[in-house]
């Protein structure tokens, strides 16, 4: 009886041994990383912003989280997707790379990744300027305000005709938003 008690604890450790061996030869999957993380803002459609790095040879890349169509992969490349990406709605945006492998251990593992948003200058639309009163009473002072000028402009008055002046400085030098004032001559 003892020699059949033997049998069974051999053929159990054969078993434990073969299940532990099967456990050690399955691949792991590790956290994946980006070789470059930031992109530029509005750059265009499938731009490439960074190797992903720490790929397990044999599995395939998606992403899990996209940041709404800001984001996607080529190959081995996240790249930037369809939807525009702008600096100023956002300086970071978040995605969640997924790593897929049959037969490892962690299949499938996710990473989560922040890529920053750099800032473009993006030079403002400039209208025509106008004025806030276009009539003058002879005899009479009159003043009126600049309009429509683009916020941070600056206005520079040069050549005014006679009896105008700017901020009371005839045109010189650049003014923000300024006052024309003209005082009306009789003729």
Do not use: C, W
């Amino acid at each position: 009886m003892a020699q059949n008690d033997n049998r069974q604890i051999n053929v159990i450790l054969n078993e434990m041994d073969t299940r532990i061996a099967s456990l050690e030869t399955r691949p792991v999957l590790s956290a994946l990383s980006l070789a470059a993380n930031s992109v530029t803002e509005n750059a265009a459609s499938s731009t490439v912003i960074g190797g992903i790095l720490g790929k397990t040879s044999g599995s395939t890349l998606s992403l899990f989280s996209d940041d709404g169509g800001r984001f996607a992969i080529s190959g081995t490349n996240l790249v930037t997707g369809l939807t525009n990406i702008d600096y100023e709605a956002a300086t970071s945006r978040s995605i969640v790379l997924r790593e897929t492998l049959a037969g490892a251990t962690n299949s499938p593992r996710d990473t989560s990744l922040a890529v920053g948003v750099l800032n473009v200058f993006e030079q403002p639309s400039l209208r025509a300027l106008l004025l806030s009163s276009t009539s003058l009473t002879v005899g009479t002072t009159a003043s009126g305000a600049i309009t429509e000028a683009a916020t941070g402009s600056t206005i520079t008055a040069s050549g005014l005709p006679a009896g105008y002046t700017v901020n009371g400085r005839r045109g010189r030098g650049p003014m923000m938003a300024a006052d024309l004032h003209r005082t009306a001559r009789s003729r």
